[in-house]
């Protein structure tokens, strides 16, 4: 099971471009009581510290795939931090598949203590989660193990699929307006990686 996130905006709403965003807002990334989108009120300041695109204005969309390719969960959540997002990826794989994944492996954004703690006592053999900062020799020695180091260069896949989801099924921008808009839009993204999946199985 990977988890992996992805920023999805409406199409009549703003979006940043190079370092422009915090500069306009005073370094301000807080959208409580700023109209970011006259077109779409639910739009968020979002800080990806992607150095191509550090600042984004849109929803954040979490996206969880199996192997084979298929998107097992698409979302649209609340909020602009990943960490919370571990958890409910392991839950939601346990409601869809009965069982915990033998591997959950996500983004060095996904980490926090107790969410792979949390993860580990949901039954999952494996986290591979990065862990960001300061590492202990043994947090380090951990990262350093082949099971670790496999699982993630497989969680580097999921940014592929996010890739293939924005760019050719149209998740990147929504085309439809409002909340429910930038959901329709997801789980669209979602069907049609899973037929083309599916039908070149």
């Given at each position: 099971?990977?988890?992996?996130?992805?920023?999805t905006?409406?199409?009549?709403?703003?979006?940043?471009?190079?370092?422009?965003?915090?500069?306009?807002?005073?370094?301000?990334?807080?959208?409580?009581?700023?109209?970011?989108s006259?077109?779409?009120?639910?739009?968020q300041?979002?800080?990806?510290?992607?150095?191509?695109?550090?600042?984004?204005f849109?929803?954040?969309?979490?996206?969880?795939?199996?192997?084979?390719?298929?998107?097992?969960?698409?979302?649209?959540?609340?909020?602009?931090?990943?960490?919370?997002?571990?958890?409910?990826?392991?839950?939601?794989?346990?409601?869809?598949?009965?069982?915990?994944?033998?591997?959950?492996?996500a983004?060095?954004?996904?980490y926090?203590?107790?969410?792979?703690?949390t993860?580990?006592?949901?039954?999952?053999r494996?986290v591979v989660?990065?862990k960001p900062?300061h590492?202990?020799?043994?947090?380090?020695?951990?990262?350093r193990e082949?099971?670790?180091?496999?699982?993630?260069?497989?969680?580097?896949?999921?940014?592929?699929?996010?890739?293939?989801?924005?760019?050719?099924?149209?998740?990147?921008?929504?085309?439809?307006?409002?909340a429910?808009g930038?959901?329709?839009?997801?789980?669209?993204?979602?069907?049609?990686?899973n037929?083309?999946?599916i039908?070149t199985?």
């Amino acid at each position: 099971m990977s988890s992996t996130s992805s920023a999805t905006s409406s199409s009549s709403g703003r979006r940043s471009s190079g370092k422009r965003g915090p500069a306009s807002l005073g370094g301000d990334t807080r959208s409580e009581g700023k109209i970011i989108s006259i077109f779409e009120p639910s739009a968020q300041i979002l800080r990806r510290g992607k150095p191509y695109r550090p600042t984004e204005f849109g929803r954040l969309v979490r996206v969880q795939d199996a192997e084979g390719g298929l998107v097992t969960d698409i979302e649209v959540v609340d909020g602009k931090n990943d960490s919370p997002t571990l958890v409910p990826s392991v839950k939601r794989h346990l409601s869809v598949f009965g069982k915990p994944p033998q591997l959950a492996a996500a983004d060095r954004g996904d980490y926090s203590n107790a969410g792979v703690g949390t993860a580990a006592e949901l039954g999952v053999r494996r986290v591979v989660v990065p862990k960001p900062g300061h590492k202990s020799k043994q947090r380090t020695a951990l990262e350093r193990e082949r099971w670790f180091q496999r699982g993630r260069a497989w969680r580097t896949g999921g940014e592929a699929r996010i890739s293939r989801l924005e760019n050719t099924f149209g998740m990147r921008r929504a085309r439809y307006r409002g909340a429910r808009g930038i959901e329709r839009t997801a789980y669209w993204a979602g069907i049609s990686n899973n037929l083309v999946a599916i039908a070149t199985a």
